[in-house]
């Protein structure tokens, strides 16, 4: 009889799809709620978005035992720097902090793909995107999780991101107007729901603007 080794891992992708546009003075964050582990969808109303401070918002695909691991370590650590600094932090802030806590774990990763998104100092729209050992950019607009390979392309194609090489540097922000943003989300999730099977059920979408944090809902496919 030949010996089978335990086919075991620690880690489980249970899909989903996250986006986030910066503006002007805006920026749009959504994710779908579906949450799969193989060909069996768990839930059809997992919220895959968490607000870390007002203007800082974290959404995240992968494995979501690890997405809510670090959500906790990040909402603690804020807390403490809330009590230290007497303030929230600031979007670019809280992306140095994600940056460092993911690094921390890099022999032993959360596995997580975050996009955070949220407004600057001087109350622009900015979207950090990471991979899962804390390398981050600050981008315009991005995609992470199983849609992001349908998604991103289409992004590009309507986006057309100034290349970072360019000098001066150019700003990352995004042309379109708050309401053209929803819109293009909206289109970009309904076409990846068609293609993707980790994708879908339902669309929610945050708004962050300089009065405060907006959110909408939309139907998507549930095949």
Request: hydrophobic letters at 35%; aromatic letters at 10%; a neutral charge.
């Amino acid at each position: 009889m030949t010996k089978q080794h335990a086919n075991w891992s620690p880690y489980d992708n249970n899909g989903g799809t996250c986006v986030a546009i910066a503006g002007s003075d805006y920026c749009v964050i959504a994710a779908d709620t579906r949450m799969s582990t193989g060909y069996s969808i768990l839930t059809r109303d997992y919220s895959k978005i968490h607000k870390l401070a007002d203007k800082a918002v974290l959404s995240s695909s992968g494995f979501q035992a690890d997405v809510k691991a670090l959500q906790k370590v990040l909402t603690s650590r804020h807390l403490v720097y809330q009590h230290q600094h007497n303030k929230q932090m600031s979007c670019p802030a809280m992306a140095q902090l994600l940056s460092n806590t993911l690094y921390f774990k890099r022999f032993f990763p959360y596995y997580a793909f975050n996009v955070l998104g949220g407004l600057d100092e001087n109350g622009k729209g900015c979207v950090f995107t990471y991979d899962a050992v804390g390398s981050y950019e600050k981008v315009g607009y991005s995609a992470q999780g199983s849609g992001s390979t349908l998604i991103m392309p289409f992004l590009d194609n309507q986006l057309k991101s100034p290349s970072p090489l360019l000098l001066p540097a150019q700003d990352a922000i995004t042309p379109l107007s708050e309401p053209e943003a929803v819109d293009l989300v909206k289109t970009v999730f309904a076409s990846a729901t068609e293609r993707d099977i980790y994708t879908g059920d339902k669309l929610e979408i945050m708004i962050l603007k300089a009065d405060g944090i907006k959110t909408e809902v939309m139907d998507l496919r549930k095949d």
